[in-house]
């Protein structure tokens, strides 16, 4: 006989499945696309590279027609030619988009239809610490989520089961309380979350309690948090309970971090590769003999310094042609992160492409005085939507001494004083997760030195590095 308890949990969950389902019913455009994908992901290799040739020829032809910026940037590289034919053996010629030329030719990437489609603005700090601004429109994100569904059940993590995410989320420290629809939502899908900007003694005590009472099916998490909270759990001996999986993401996942998590969570990490500028590209399946790159969504490619393709096993910088948003078409668009191809063939059955690893992705945790632990990644969220910044660098000088590194995008003086009223919310959002005696300093400069493997560190944590 059920106890009480469990009917109405029992209860819950199926109300919950029901009113999602409904939900999911009324937005009818992101299941038919999760139903593509599942059809797409058993293509033979043949059918899948002419589904992607189809759907990168369709992307062309509307930037050609519709986006200011391609118009004669396709004709001049002739991948329009001159019968208004799309000619994809000349794809290589088109220039390479990176954020510069997003943030100068922001009004002519726009396409022309834009009063037909729903769309809305977005933000990135990407992981090179270049914020730029894009527009998105309903058609990339009802594909995004697809996605999104699509590599959870790689994870063995089905529809509405239980999800705890440790993630960062500036509207839970600066405003209190989320608002009633985020809240929903998340009861609706079955998901706890954490905020992971926040990792303090006190909050991975909580954390793990958490993950013992709730259970989840998957532990979706930065990949610098979860690392971190294992090594606690290890350091300290917690009990824990098992997921079927952690989803990392958002960071390099190093294979010490990857034993690690297992170790302590005594459950297999599956990694996943994404960004805000083009959702989720690439993530393991339960293989785990690489990340397969979602094709029909993601025309990547991995280039060598002179512009060639890099073979499997070289390294090279990733270029992305995302085939699903129309609103600004974003085309050989240098994300800013290292890959390398694998030449393996999955056994799961998928023929979608297989990146072997992402390199080059560092993001650092930064110490408070008391010890506490702050996502490097917080500080990076302060510098969006601010559009006078090129690039820039935050570096954990000590514990009570933050130093940004910023160039702007012009030629000034004083940029100090020009943005004051920015910089000082800067200094005080720094000093609220820091401590009020937190030392905040700017630094204006033209150029920031590369790490030896040619990327930006965008993030620098002295006091981490002392630590570790
Ligand atoms: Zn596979």
Redesign the pocket.
Known sequence: MIRETQFYFLMSKAIKKSILKLFLYLRENNSSCYKKLEKWEFLSQSNLKLLQMERLKKLILHSYHHVPYYRELLRSSGVIDNSGFVKLDKFENIPLLDKKSIHYNFENLKSDDLNSRKWYENASGGSTGQPIRLIQDDEYANWRSAVKILYDRWTGCKFNDRKLLLWGSERDLFFGNENWRIRFGRWLRNEVWFNAFRMTRSNMDNCVNTINSFKPVQILSYVEIIYELSRFIKRNRLEIFSPNAIMSTAGTLYPQFRKTIEEALNAPVFNRYGSREVGDIACE?D?H?GL?VSAPIHYVEILKKNGEPAKPGEVGEIVITLLTNFAMPLIRYRIGDMGVWSDET?S?G?NWPLLKRVTGRVTDVFFTINGEMIDGEYFTHLLYFKNWIQKFQVVQEDYDSIRFIIIPYEIDSTPDRTHQNELDEIISKVRLVMGKSCQVKFKFVDDIEKTSSGKYKYVISKVAKAWN
Request: charged share 30%.
């Open positions: 399946c293989r003999k397969h999955c799961c998928c």
